[in-house]
């Protein structure tokens, strides 16, 4: 069952990524939840992501930057919750400066991501809410479906070490 879909649903303010990956669970959950593993794939090349601190914990939080090739720095913090081990959890996601206080001008974003084993491939579904249209298309229009599809490209790359 190989599923690679990006829906767009201004109706219900989200976006859901669907994403088949040749790899085992415990694998593809490793990718998303260790930071050291994150740090090889989180983000379009020719960005790089850099993790400040992580802690995958409920109530944990990951901040990380985006360096581009000048060497710029586009700071994130997520907060993790309702983390189900190789299976699923949630998050909200947003943009701050690199101490992790939150620009409350660009949207803030809140993920779940489910994880399923099927035969020799791993099946992810990601589920990303906004809270108004407003934000929905903030997002898109800052490239979210470009980049996130070539960032998980990268993960694809990765994971079958290419």
Known sequence: METNTFIINEENLSVT???T???P???VWDAFTNHETLDKWWAPKPWKCRTKRQNFTNGGEWLYAM??????????ITTYKNIVANSS???TDAFCDENGVINSDLPTSEW??????HENSTQLKIVVKQISLEDLQTLINMGFQEGFEATLESLRALLEGE
């Not at 360096?67 to 994130?76: K, L």
């Not at 779940?112 to 084993?117: G, I, M, R, T, Y």
């Open 17 to 19: 990524i669907n994403r």
């Open 21 to 23: 990956f040749k790899a």
């Open 25 to 27: 669970l415990e694998k």
């Open 67 to 76: 360096v581009g090739p000048e060497n710029e720095e586009h700071y994130t």
């Open 89 to 91: 959890f949630g998050l």
């Open 112 to 117: 779940v991501l489910n994880f399923s084993e």
